[in-house]
């Protein structure tokens, strides 16, 4: 089977700011001092001697993350799109507080995040959506390299939909982000495609 260890970027400004990045790649998105130290913390304590190769979103804070984690490995690395976050629409780039004054019903109460139905005035990308092209992808990664150990460096929700994918929760809303540079892993079946999740947002 494949392993999948699927890492979340380290922090950014945009993430202090409590700013919808979706898929804005500038430079406020990209990885700030504390984001770059944590990629180091996880770097020094979580050994990638085991892996056979990295696949990252192609977004600068993913590429600048993964190539921290192999500093001193020389991984192959590659980029994939559908690892890239949610796009969240015309709600890329404003801040959850502006958006809750005008959307209040849209935001979760107890997490804060957003409800699948926020897509509809936002024209944003559907939860479901990002689910199927990580599913895709997670299948068609696992059908080419069906033994391998596999370092994914992606984006919160993003990585949220590989756990979805693999334990398919009735409520959207159960399975929250999880929180900068922590490690998911998953593995799936080369047979029959068939994904467990084995642990989430752990940090070393």
Request: negative net charge; contains cysteine; glycine residues 4%.
């Amino acid at each position: 089977m494949t392993e999948f260890y699927i890492v979340r970027h380290g922090q950014t400004q945009a993430n202090t700011q409590d700013i919808k990045q979706g898929t804005i790649n500038s430079p406020e998105t990209y990885l700030n001092d504390t984001g770059k130290a944590q990629a180091q913390a996880l770097h020094d304590h979580f050994d990638l001697k085991f892996a056979d190769r990295i696949i990252a979103s192609p977004l600068e804070r993913t590429k600048q993350t993964a190539a921290i984690l192999n500093m001193g490995y020389e991984l192959p690395i590659s980029f994939d799109p559908r690892l890239k976050e949610i796009s969240y629409g015309s709600w890329d780039g404003q801040t959850n507080a502006e958006l809750r004054k005008q959307y209040p019903e849209l935001f979760n109460p107890v997490t804060g995040e957003v409800y699948p139905d926020y897509a509809i005035p936002a024209k944003g990308e559907e939860f479901t959506a990002v689910e199927a092209r990580v599913r895709e992808f997670t299948e068609e990664t696992t059908q080419r390299y069906p033994e391998e150990k596999i370092i994914i460096v992606s984006h919160g929700f993003t990585v949220r939909s590989f756990a979805a994918n693999a334990v398919q929760p009735t409520d959207p809303m159960s399975i929250p982000e999880p929180e900068n540079t922590s490690v998911t892993k998953v593995i799936c079946t080369p047979d029959t495609f068939e994904q467990y999740l084995i642990y989430y947002n752990r940090r070393y």
